[in-house]
C-alpha cells in the first residue's frame, strides 16, 4: 500500500508555529503528517484533533515501549483520538505488540520501530548485547512485528528489500531520512532521494527539515510529492 503523499514531520515546539505552518497549505490540500514527541508532549491531544479537523491524516510518532497492558491501554486513547497510524518499539516484545493492536484496532496502522537508525551495529552489540549483524537484528524484530499482528516497520531505505524478504511485500516500509537531490543533510548521515525510496520499495516517506525549513514549504512539498510519484 503506497502512499503518494510525502508525510511532513512537523517537528515544531509550540501549537502556534504549527498552526501558521498548516495556514500557508490551500485548505483543499490534504495533508499526511507526523507529529512526534516534542510537539504533542508540548501541546497534547490539542494538535491532533486540530490537524484532524482539517481534514489532514495523522501519524502519532510516539514509540511506546511498556508492559503490555499499560500500551494496550494508551493505545485505546490513541484509538479515540483517530490518528491514522502510531507506532511502537518492537523491543517490547511479542505480547506487547499483540496487545497494542487490541488496544489500536484494527482501522489504524499500527507499525514499530526495529533498531533506531541512530544505533550503530558497534552500539547494539556493545550495549544492548546481542551478538549478530545489524542487518539481521532488523529482520528478526520485522519478522516479530509481522507475527504480532502489525502493519509494518519503520526502517531506513537500505533495510526495505530484507525486511520485505523476511515478511511480506505488503508489509509496510515508513522511511526517514529523504533529501530531494541537491539538499542539505542536516544531522542525517545517509539521505536517499524520494525517487530513490520509491525505487527501493518504501510505502511512506517521511520527510521534515527539507519542506518545513523552506522558504516555500509548499512549492518543497509539490517538488517532493512530484518526485516521490514520478
Ligand atoms: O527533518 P528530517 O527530514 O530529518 O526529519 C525526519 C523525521 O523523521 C524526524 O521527525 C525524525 O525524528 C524522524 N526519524 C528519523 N529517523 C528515524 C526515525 C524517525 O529521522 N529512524
Known sequence: MREDRPIIALDFPDFETTKVFLEKFPKEEKLYVKIGMELYYACGSQVVTYTKSLGHSVFLDLKLHDIPNTVKSAMTVL????????????????????????????EGLLIAVTQLTSTSQEQMQDFQNIQT??????????????????????????????????TADDFLCLTPGIRPSGAENGD???V????????IGSDFIVVGRPITQSEDPVAAYQAIKGEWNS
Open 79 to 106: 484509538r479515540k483520538l483517530g490518528v491514522d497510524m502510531t507506532n511502537v518499539h518492537a523491543a517490547g516484545g511479542v505480547e506487547m505488540m499483540r496487545a497494542a493492536r487490541q488496544g489500536f484496532g484494527d
Open 133 to 166: 549483524s545489524l542487518a539481521d537484528s532488523v529482520r528478526h524484530y520485522a519478522k516479530k512485528t509481522a507475527e504480532a499482528g502489525l502493519d509494518g516497520v519503520v526502517c531506513s531505505a537500505q533495510e526495505v528489500a530484507l525486511i520485505k524478504e523476511a
Open 188 to 190: 542525517q548521515k545517509r
Open 192 to 199: 536517499t532521494t524520494p525517487g530513490q525510496a520509491r525505487e
